[in-house]
């Protein structure tokens, strides 16, 4: 008879191959199995091939001689590790299946499964297919993370199988949240995950930073955003990213820093907070000072403005838009009634109406902001009976105005073109900003006079003396 030390073999197997390495405290107590000579010897030649393609032939060839072996769930989590190494992720799954028929709660199983379905996730180009395996990897780590300790194994081992299986399990439900566009939960999952990694993996490359940055995406992209929780978390990976890394996400931790704060001020501090804390520490928030709200901007314009019909039009837009009911009504009772000249870009254009876009933010974006009534032309009186000659000239001349005064008015209010318009303010919609104007009169250039050249100078002919 033959005794098989088990953890030792599985340990070197993990070493070996691709997968992470977790402790493995729950092979058979006390660690020793009996074997008939045979039996060990198939064993012990499966487990000492040379290349994982072969190994693995010999391991199923092992479990088929022997379905009964007592090391048969140990057998098939080494036989997950060597078809991960030769690789085939999908006969890998096979044998964190049939693994974990004979023993549900086997924690390495549960662990390798959940990495096999999160490698296969990671190689998907299909949308679909990638959401379908970190479904998968989510379904193993749910199964993990309620594992309870088994009476045999000390509080010990159990702890150091736990601290190196729930990064994993985690990893792939911050993943699958990310996915789901479920922030929460990515949140969540990814601050778990970072509390049971060693600080050290947390600050060079691998699953732990990476999913430092996933966490700030993932505070970013939270409704609302989180802009100051955003700036720390990706502050920390520029910290210790290597290039180009480093240099490419650099714009995204200022970026949310500036998004809170208002300006680039002070991230340096911010930054250096990151670097040293792997959370934020305690009064972090309190110590970074929120940028001005909409409600802070316009009360100190309405304090510091005199005279509320003379505001810039784009500080009485962002009013209009952003104000309460009380501070919209005071810019609007101030110019309501009230005729202006304005300039700006065509949007739409008809015989009785323009769009204009006038506002900074409606011109960058090419949207109108103002909408003008158009006044009617003036009509020409009809010709009397029995009109003079000199009346009928007049009445042409006239029309003949009237006319080229139309042309001209299209012509200068066309789509594209730059206007100047004269209105009246009369009403408005706050979003989408819209404001209406009645008796508009579009402006047209005023026509050039040539300027008098000087009198010609003609140099007197001398005479012949």
Request: glycine residues 4%.
């Amino acid at each position: 008879m033959k005794k098989v030390v088990l953890a030792a073999l599985l340990t070197c197997v993990a070493l070996s191959l691709g997968l992470p390495m977790v402790s493995f405290a729950q092979a058979a107590a006390p660690g020793q199995v009996q074997m008939s000579d045979a039996e060990y010897q198939a064993y012990n030649g499966a487990m000492t091939q040379t290349t994982p393609q072969a190994k693995a032939q010999a391991i199923e060839a092992y479990l088929t001689a022997y379905p009964q072996s007592a090391v048969k769930v140990d057998t098939l989590v080494a036989l997950i590790l060597t078809y991960d190494a030769v690789p085939d992720l999908a006969k890998a799954v096979d044998a964190a299946n049939r693994a974990l028929q004979l023993d549900p709660v086997n924690l390495r199983a549960l662990t390798y499964a959940t990495a096999l379905e999160k490698q296969i996730a990671d190689a998907a180009t299909d949308p679909a297919a990638k959401q379908t395996a970190l479904d998968s990897a989510v379904t193993y780590a749910q199964k993990g993370l309620a594992v309870s300790k088994p009476a045999t194994m000390a509080d010990a081992d159990f702890k150091a199988l736990q601290n190196a299986a729930y990064p994993i399990f985690y990893n792939a439900m911050g993943a699958d949240a990310i996915g789901k566009k479920d922030m929460p939960g990515a949140i969540d999952a990814y601050k778990k995950e970072l509390a049971f990694v060693p600080l050290a993996q947390t600050q060079t490359s691998g699953p732990a930073l990476q999913d430092t940055y996933f966490l700030a995406l993932a505070y970013e992209q939270s409704t609302p955003p989180d802009y100051l929780s955003c700036a720390f978390y990706a502050a920390r990976f520029v910290d210790y990213a290597p290039e180009p890394f480093k240099s490419q996400i650099a714009p995204t931790a200022k970026f949310c820093y500036k998004r809170y704060h208002g300006g680039d001020d002070g991230y340096d501090a911010v930054a250096a907070v990151a670097q040293a804390n792997l959370f934020p520490p305690d009064g972090f928030q309190a110590s970074v000072k929120p940028a001005p709200t909409p409600a802070d901007i316009i009360n100190g314009v309405l304090a510091s403005t005199p005279d509320l019909a003379a505001l810039a039009v784009d500080d009485r837009e962002f009013i209009l838009q952003n104000g309460t009911p009380d501070q919209a009504s005071k810019v609007w009772d101030a110019i309501k009634g009230k005729s202006v000249e304005l300039q700006g870009t065509v949007i739409a254009s008809t015989a009785t109406q323009l769009q204009v876009a006038i506002g900074g933010d409606a011109t960058a974006s090419k949207t109108a902001d103002f909408t003008f009534t158009l006044k009617a032309p003036d009509a020409v009186p009809d010709l009397p009976a029995g009109a003079t000659p000199a009346q009928k000239l007049a009445h042409t001349k006239a029309v003949k105005k009237a006319a080229d005064d139309a042309a001209a008015i299209a012509d200068a209010s066309a789509v594209g073109k730059t206007v100047t318009i004269d209105g009246t303010y009369d009403s408005y919609t706050p979003k989408p900003l819209m404001i209406t104007m009645t008796d508009g009169d579009v402006q047209l250039p005023k026509p050039t006079t040539p300027a008098h050249g000087a009198p010609a100078h003609h140099t007197p002919v001398k005479r012949a003396q």
